[in-house]
Nanobody, 122 residues
Framework: QVQLGESGGGLVQPGGSLRLSCAAS????????MGWYRQAPGKQREWVAG???????NYADSVKGRFAISRDNAKNTVYLQMNSLKPEDTAVYYC????????????????WGQGTQVTVSS
């Protein structure tokens, strides 16, 4: 069991920025792929971004050029820097871990955090 805790969500105006953090409770963080999904009410959970232990990244087309994922293995923490935020980015953002990038991108595999709310509104 890998326990994940997200933080950093909140209310921001369109065009603004937020940085989400996800801290993992276990030292195996450094061999896990880590990433972010999001889910708006009434919508399917959607892939956002992921990063492997070797720092290979994958982004959804909707966030490319605006969001950046990074990890600090010494702190067992993954970050999602979100810039140029749009109202359509409003969702609960979930941290996830997986054995590989492929597992991370499979909705029914891996471990999930509890989520943090991001609201983009003027």
């Amino acid at each position: 069991q890998v326990q994940l805790g997200e933080s950093g969500g909140g209310l921001v105006q369109p065009g603004g920025s937020l940085r989400l953090s996800c801290a993992a409770s276990r030292s195996i963080f450094n061999i896990r792929a880590m990433g972010w999904y999001r889910q708006a009410p009434g919508k399917q959970r959607e892939w956002v971004a992921g990063i492997t232990p070797g720092a290979t990244t994958n982004y959804a087309d909707s966030v490319k050029g605006r969001f950046a994922i990074s990890r600090d293995n010494a702190k067992n923490t993954v970050y999602l820097q979100m810039n140029s935020l749009k109202p359509e980015d409003t969702a609960v953002y979930y941290c996830k871990s997986g054995a590989t990038m492929g597992a991370l991108m499979s909705l029914n595999l891996g471990s999930w955090g509890q989520g943090t709310q991001v609201t983009v509104s003027s």
